[in-house]
Nanobody, 124 residues
Framework: QVQLVESGGGLVQAGGSLRLSCAAS????????MGWFRQAPGKEREFVAA????????LYADSVKGRFTISRDNAKNTVYLQMNSPKPEDTAVYYC?????????????????WGQGTQVTVSS
């Protein structure tokens, strides 16, 4: 069983920065791509970013491209989301997820394990 635990959420001012972390249990972390999704109140959960098993390939939603950076440390079984210059519209619960394969995907159906989420609130 894989467990994913997010941390680092909180209140941040627009234009500031915040780093989310997601710690994974299990010995096969480095074999899988990882992703970040978010869900705002009343909205569908949406893709934010993904990173391949090696870390060499990344994907971003257009809405966060150039502001957010996904990275991973396979030695620590952890994936990160660096949020720079966040905007009020980035306010949401952020979830990390493990993909079923290693390449990275924007599609929710390609992810089989999810964390419990961490709240990010961006004030204007």
């Amino acid at each position: 069983q894989v467990q994913l635990v997010e941390s680092g959420g909180g209140l941040v001012q627009a234009g500031g920065s915040l780093r989310l972390s997601c710690a994974a249990s299990g010995r096969t972390f480095s074999s899988y791509a990882m992703g970040w999704f978010r869900q705002a109140p009343g909205k569908e959960r949406e893709f934010v970013a993904a990173i391949s098993w090696s870390g060499r390939s990344t994907l971003y939603a257009d809405s966060v491209k150039g502001r957010f950076t996904i990275s991973r440390d396979n030695a620590k079984n952890t994936v990160y989301l660096q949020m720079n210059s966040p905007k009020p519209e980035d306010t949401a619960v952020y979830y990390c997820a493990r993909e079923k394969a290693g390449g990275g995907s924007t599609q929710r159906r390609e992810y089989d394990y999810w964390g419990q989420g961490t709240q990010v609130t961006v004030s204007s």
